[in-house]
């Protein structure tokens, strides 16, 4: 299968590398060319625009930063719905706006091409050790011609439901880790100023109703001073901000996810926006002072 | 070893009925004194008052309602520090005061009584099954006398400071809990809105950094509409309060916690107080309409 794959980040040169090993033919295309130098040193095709990209393309995948990245790629001037061939199928993996989705899957059906929706999760380990999580949304049966892709690249695969559906399910795991994490580094702090020792804590909160895997994984982190990503601050900033405008579209008010974009935005502001997600901690403690 | 147990409600009938069948000398006393019928069926002896109860006992338990009544039966009049005998270990389950627990403490080694504070988790199912998992502070050679006890009753038994600091960690599990349940709820909230469905959601959202207990437990819960408890909405509206009336004495602003509260108190008052805490559920729903 002829596979075409634009941007070539952490993300998804470990994406396109999977297929690559698997012995799919690929053409890659980034901003930056010197993040796909691995994959065309491993026999990948370079084109220089999506368009040149896309153009005999069984499947196009994209992974890009922000959602006007994606409609660029996806719909502008060099853009791959300007060459795909009809019967192709376009997955973007970016975390996106669902009503984007919307968008480029109606543009490609005018053009007899099926889109996805796919964002992933599971960070850059999960995309090295190809056990991301798909998101998809769009047509099932082309959910079903990309599925075995999919699976050389994750572990949980799933349809959920018509265009937008994997974007919104993504913006579903996004709003249950924002608050989530403020419960986290808020209680991080109280067990520091009471004098408590967070790792004695932990053997009392790990295993009940407090259990949460930024428990098992982040707070270790952050008792050990490590604060590095993981998942980018500046990112969930991104996807809390995508999030927040589809449900005010959907005329929903949700406080947590607010409290967190506003706690995040000021995480950022105090420079830790490069730093992981647990940074949050950081940023508390400097409130508080 | 002599025992007295003050407090027979879901909770505490559980607990000393563990004591009991393991072969301890029970005395106990509630406020509702039918409570206590089945112990007292089984052999327990019937004490008027905590005082009375706790009289000739090597160890005195208590599992009560609010810090108030903590105080009351402890430091009262009729209160279990007016006759228990020098060497005698009180320890207190109830969730309250980390500030109360000091106090009582103090007043324990004006008598030559140790003092533990010593609250739990794991609920009514933990309680009965004896698995919960006990919060413990206080002197060290007390805790080592009374952990034989606690063993019969609990699973997860760990010392963490000095007095208080068992109710400390309780406030961190608390603290954990109460954003991880907004976020719980708003995802929900955000699933059904953008007509997704939540049960396909979760085999995409569960293996990951989004994995709680609460999306194991609750969210499955919520979607067959069981609102039952588990852990009431009152209940956890008293938790709360400690919590921050502990981070305002500490100078703590926990912005998350401060918000959870306000939400469960909203969700009390829209009647939901004897419902479990995803009834937060429904008060967002209310709140979206």
């Known amino acids: 299968m002829k596979i075409a794959w634009i941007g070539t980040g952490v993300m998804g040169a470990s994406m396109a590398g999977h297929l690559q090993a698997a012995g799919h033919e690929l053409t890659v295309y980034n901003r930056t060319k010197a993040k796909a130098d691995a994959l065309v040193a491993n026999g990948a095709r370079w084109a220089d625009t999506p368009a040149e990209a896309a153009a005999d393309a069984n499947v196009i995948f994209m992974i890009v930063g922000y959602p006007k990245d994606v409609e660029n ?51 850059d380990i999960g995309a090295k050790n190809a056990a991301l999580s798909f998101m998809v949304g769009g047509d099932a049966d082309a959910f079903e011609t990309v599925k075995p892709l999919f699976e050389i690249m994750g572990k949980a695969i799933v349809l959920q ?21 403020i419960g986290l580094c808020e209680a991080m702090l109280y067990a ?95 409130m508080n002072l």
Request: aromatic content about 6%; overall charge negative.
């Open 73 to 123: 790629v996806a719909l502008g001037d060099d853009g791959i719905l300007s060459t795909a061939t009809p019967g192709a199928i376009l997955v973007d993996c970016t975390t996106s706006s669902p009503a984007l989705a919307v968008k480029i899957s109606e543009a490609g059906d005018a053009k007899g091409i099926a889109v996805l929706d796919a964002p992933v999760s599971g960070g």
């Open 161 to 181: 439901g018509g265009p937008g559906a994997g974007q919104h399910t993504k913006m579903v795991n996004q709003t249950l880790i924002a608050s989530g994490m």
């Open 192 to 286: 520091e100023k009471s004098g408590l020792d967070p790792l004695t804590v932990l053997q009392s909160v790990g295993g009940g109703a407090a259990a949460s895997w930024g428990l098992s994984n982040l707070w270790p982190r952050m008792i050990g001073g490590d604060f590095e990503p993981g998942f980018f601050v500046e990112h969930f900033i991104k996807d809390m901000g995508i999030a927040l405008d589809e449900a005010k579209r959907m005329n929903l008010e949700l406080p947590g996810l607010s409290m967190a974009f506003t706690l995040y935005t000021k995480t950022a502001e105090l420079g830790y926006g490069r730093k992981g997600t647990q940074a949050l901690l950081l940023a508390l403690r400097e």
